[in-house]
């Protein structure tokens, strides 16, 4: 076992014949230390003590349940630090076995509601069961009512509660939940020491409500309180502390809203600073990741309209697909980003006019469509986005058509190229099988009826009807 740090007492040496009480008593050493200095190696030390202290326990001993939620307490903080999901699931069902062996009236039980209610929740977040999260927030609830207003343990109950709620909120979009968790969140900070370890996360919660009031409500002191409130969880969180590169995320997030609402280039700027440095230090494999790259990519194309930065814009879409790339096929997250490279691709549409890129958009917002649930809330705003989408690519169709007849027309009436030269001219342009009865029109201003049909009869006798119907395949228009 390695030597503590300088200022931090040595830990005892295993007894050569351990009890469980010892094992015990030292992996509660090794994790108040990796809380500290967050060595991961602390953390393995400590689950591996806690293992063989519960392999020591029998049974029927009163301790064994202790012994079971400390391991699942271990495992929870592994998980969190690398988000391992073997390690999710084996601290829940450790997590239950310590519920059950808890009796009704036994003055853990509290403790042991509040321990399951945080591993539920983390597991909502992986797996987006509903069950996992109803859950989590009826064991917070119970835990709380079983518990004394002066419980030390009352604040860190109160946190759980508070995030549980404001991801119900997430989910059914219930204004009470959201309320309810900004409450529980303030009663949590009002009873945390300014020393106490878990002040930054709970200040972060704190932000991460405030900023779904300020969307829920458009009331600007709230976002204005959460850049403070963000800001301050930043500034006393470690560097090297796992949760830095969320803290720095949430707050390039909160400063984009600030950005959307005052146009202040300075927030913009600071905004994709920090989300930049949060990627630096996320690993790939890391299931954040996608979100941080959805976050730099709105950033970006925030950028582009601001500065008519082409590049800008460029990245911005190699990010959101990477980001796509890294979201699972069912993830919560997945119509969100596709419906973000979607609008991306066709911002680069009406700069470029390459009809590559909305035909792309549009086949990426009915995926989005198709991946969101009926009674989502943000099944009105995907619909409107693909509306507007077939509909830039219809008016795009129509001025195309408008220009080429016109273009056809004056070709003939000025005699530049003859019908055969107006044949090869049109047969390097898809929407030209579409345009006859409109080149009619315009070649019929300047005379030239026979011309027309002399092109009409050449396109098909040639063949391409095959071309034709492969283009008239992508339809816009379908009410499929």
Same mark, same amino acid.
């Given at each position: 076992?390695?030597?503590?740090?300088p200022?931090e007492?040595l830990?005892?040496?295993?007894?050569?014949?351990?009890?469980?009480?010892d094992?015990?008593?030292?992996?509660?050493?090794l994790?108040?230390?990796?809380?500290?200095?967050?060595d991961?190696?602390?953390l393995?030390?400590a689950?591996?003590v806690?293992r063989?202290a519960?392999?020591?326990t029998?049974a029927?001993?009163?301790?064994?349940?202790?012994?079971?939620?400390?391991?699942?307490?271990l495992?929870?903080?592994?998980?969190?630090?690398?988000?391992?999901?073997?390690?999710?699931?084996?601290?829940v069902?450790?997590?239950?076995?310590?519920l059950?062996?808890t009796?009704? $009236?036994?003055?853990? @039980?509290? #403790? /042991?509601? *509040?321990? !399951?209610?945080r591993? +539920? &929740?983390? =597991?909502?977040w992986r %797996?987006q069961?509903?069950?996992?999260?109803?859950?989590?927030?009826?064991?917070a609830e119970?835990?709380i009512?079983?518990?004394?207003?002066?419980?030390?343990?009352?604040?860190?109950?109160r946190?759980?509660l508070?995030e549980?709620?404001h991801?119900?909120?997430?989910?059914d979009?219930d204004?009470?939940?959201?309320?309810?968790?900004?409450?529980?969140e303030?009663?949590?900070?009002?009873?945390?020491?300014? $020393?106490?370890?878990? @002040?930054? #996360? /709970?200040l *972060?919660t !704190?932000a991460?409500? +405030? &900023?779904? =009031?300020y969307?829920c %409500?458009?009331?600007?002191?709230?976002l204005?309180?959460?850049?403070?409130?963000?800001?301050?969880a930043?500034?006393?969180t470690?560097?090297?502390?796992?949760?830095r590169?969320?803290?720095?995320?949430?707050?390039?997030?909160?400063?984009?809203?600030?950005y959307?609402?005052?146009?202040?280039?300075?927030?913009?700027?600071?905004?994709?600073?920090?989300?930049?440095?949060?990627?630096?230090?996320t690993?790939? $494999?890391?299931?954040?990741?996608?979100a941080r790259? *959805?976050t !730099?990519?709105e950033?970006l &194309?925030?950028l582009?309209?601001?500065?008519?930065?082409s590049?800008?814009?460029?990245?911005?879409?190699?990010?959101?697909?990477?980001?796509?790339?890294?979201?699972?096929?069912?993830?919560?997250d997945?119509?969100?980003?596709?419906h973000?490279l979607a609008?991306?691709?066709?911002?680069?549409?009406?700069q470029?006019?390459?009809?590559?890129?909305?035909?792309?958009?549009?086949?990426?917002?009915r995926?989005a469509?198709?991946?969101?649930p009926?009674d989502h809330?943000?099944?009105?705003?995907?619909?409107?986005?693909l509306?507007?989408?077939?509909?830039t690519?219809?008016?795009?169709?129509?001025?195309?058509?408008y220009?080429?007849?016109?273009l056809?027309?004056a070709?003939?009436?000025r005699?530049?190229?003859?019908v055969?030269?107006l044949?090869?001219?049109?047969?390097?342009?898809?929407?030209?099988?579409?345009?006859?009865d409109?080149?009619f029109?315009?070649?019929?201003?300047?005379?030239?009826?026979?011309e027309?049909v002399?092109v009409?009869?050449?396109?098909?006798?040639?063949?391409e009807?095959?071309?034709?119907?492969?283009?008239?395949?992508f339809?816009?228009?379908?009410?499929?």
């Amino acid at each position: 076992m390695r030597s503590a740090p300088p200022d931090e007492p040595l830990i005892d040496a295993r007894p050569r014949f351990p009890t469980p009480l010892d094992l015990h008593a030292l992996a509660d050493q090794l994790h108040s230390r990796y809380l500290r200095y967050y060595d991961p190696e602390d953390l393995d030390d400590a689950i591996d003590v806690e293992r063989q202290a519960l392999q020591l326990t029998p049974a029927d001993h009163p301790n064994r349940s202790g012994r079971l939620q400390a391991l699942a307490d271990l495992l929870r903080s592994k998980y969190m630090s690398n988000r391992n999901s073997p390690d999710l699931d084996v601290a829940v069902g450790y997590a239950r076995q310590a519920l059950e062996l808890t009796c009704a $009236d036994h003055p853990d @039980r509290p #403790a /042991r509601l *509040h321990a !399951l209610a945080r591993l +539920l &929740h983390a =597991r909502y977040w992986r %797996d987006q069961c509903s069950g996992d999260l109803d859950s989590a927030v009826a064991d917070a609830e119970e835990a709380i009512e079983l518990t004394s207003d002066d419980y030390p343990g009352m604040p860190a109950q109160r946190h759980t509660l508070a995030e549980a709620l404001h991801s119900r909120y997430w989910r059914d979009r219930d204004s009470d939940d959201l309320y309810s968790a900004d409450k529980q969140e303030c009663l949590a900070l009002s009873s945390t020491s300014r $020393d106490d370890l878990s @002040r930054p #996360a /709970r200040l *972060h919660t !704190l932000a991460h409500i +405030l &900023h779904s =009031r300020y969307w829920c %409500d458009h009331d600007p002191d709230d976002l204005i309180l959460a850049i403070r409130i963000e800001s301050r969880a930043l500034e006393i969180t470690p560097d090297g502390h796992h949760e830095r590169p969320e803290r720095l995320h949430t707050l390039a997030r909160l400063l984009h809203s600030r950005y959307m609402r005052d146009r202040n280039a300075e927030d913009l700027n600071n905004a994709t600073g920090w989300v930049v440095q949060a990627l630096d230090v996320t690993a790939d $494999d890391h299931p954040d990741k996608a979100a941080r790259l *959805h976050t !730099l990519a709105e950033l970006l &194309h925030s950028l582009y309209w601001r500065n008519s930065d082409s590049p800008a814009l460029d990245h911005a879409i190699a990010v959101e697909r990477e980001a796509l790339k890294s979201t699972p096929e069912y993830h919560r997250d997945r119509p969100a980003r596709l419906h973000t490279l979607a609008e991306l691709l066709d911002s680069r549409y009406r700069q470029d006019y390459n009809s590559a890129d909305i035909d792309d958009a549009i086949n990426l917002e009915r995926q989005a469509l198709e991946l969101t649930p009926e009674d989502h809330p943000d099944l009105p705003t995907l619909r409107q986005a693909l509306y507007r989408l077939t509909g830039t690519a219809r008016s795009s169709h129509w001025h195309r058509r408008y220009t080429f007849c016109q273009l056809c027309g004056a070709l003939l009436y000025r005699s530049e190229i003859g019908v055969a030269g107006l044949c090869s001219f049109c047969a390097s342009d898809p929407y030209a099988y579409e345009n006859f009865d409109d080149l009619f029109a315009g070649s019929a201003d300047y005379g030239y009826d026979d011309e027309y049909v002399g092109v009409s009869n050449s396109f098909f006798e040639d063949g391409e009807a095959d071309s034709y119907d492969h283009w008239r395949g992508f339809d816009v228009y379908s009410e499929e």
